[in-house]
T-cell receptor, first 109, second 116 residues
Framework: KQEVTQIPAALSVPEGENLVLNCSFT??????LQWFRQDPGKGLTSLLL?????REQTSGRLNASLDKSSGRSTLYIAASQPGDSATYLC????????FGDGTTLTVKP | GAVVSQHPSWVICKSGTSVKIECRSL??????MFWYRQFPKQSLMLMAT?????????EQGVEKDKFLINHASLTLSTLTVTSAHPEDSSFYIC????????????FGQGTRLTVV
């Protein structure tokens, strides 16, 4: 059974810092991995999707990497802003999606 | 990317009534749709997988008689919460894919159900 773990569970940083969110998964037989953002009481916003054959994807200040063999992914956020405050979810897809518990990020002005 | 629309975005219902949530793929044919539930402060948990024209496959612990899933067309799946109780209050979200293994799943915006 696939298990997805996200570390840390919560993170509070001052504005402007670069930060890394971690995601690990137990079964490397995945089709792709996706990072989402969820604001309180809201739905999911897809940030980045990495196919199993890819190593990383970039979008603006976000960079996600994938090491399928070791079962790890990281989401790097550069020059963090208060508007980045949200819960970040990692999901691995292999037919169905398995989500981590998320990292709740607070960026203080 | 493809668009998945979920309706309603929020609903309040009385205990004992049934509520239907719709998930539509607007610009692609979704062979497979997934339904997830998220309790407060927790992550999303898969409830069931539905393939067009066949019965849904439910995850362990999910009551199929309580959570009725219908996937009658390639663009629409519905989740009906029957005889809802306050403990069914949750955030329900669907995703849809074209079905082949490497295709991306696209997520709806979710439905917040509150049972009073």
């Amino acid at each position: 059974k696939q298990e997805v773990t996200q570390i840390p569970a919560a993170l509070s940083v001052p504005e402007g810092e670069n930060l890394v969110l971690n995601c690990s998964f137990t079964d490397s037989a995945i089709y792709n991995l996706q990072w989402f953002r969820q604001d309180p009481g809201k739905g999911l916003t897809s940030l980045l999707l990495i196919q199993s054959s890819q190593r990383e994807q970039t979008s603006g200040r976000l960079n996600a990497s994938l090491d399928k063999s070791s079962g790890r992914s990281t989401l790097y956020i550069a020059a963090s802003q208060p508007g980045d405050s949200a819960t970040y979810l990692c999901a691995v897809h292999a037919g169905k999606s398995t989500f981590g518990d998320g990292t709740t990020l607070t960026v203080k002005p | 990317g493809a668009v998945v629309s979920q309706h309603p975005s929020w609903v309040i219902c009385k205990s004992g009534t049934s509520v239907k949530i719709e998930c539509r793929s607007l610009d692609f044919q979704a062979t497979t749709m997934f339904w997830y539930r998220q309790f407060p402060k927790q992550s999303l948990m898969l409830m069931a997988t539905s393939n067009e024209g066949s019965k849904a496959t439910y995850e362990q612990g999910v009551e199929k008689d309580k959570f009725l899933i219908n996937h009658a067309s390639l663009t629409l799946s519905t989740l009906t919460v029957t005889s809802a109780h306050p403990e069914d209050s949750s955030f329900y979200i669907c995703s849809a894919s074209r079905g082949s293994k490497n295709t991306e799943a696209f997520f709806g915006q979710g439905t917040r159900l509150t049972v009073v």
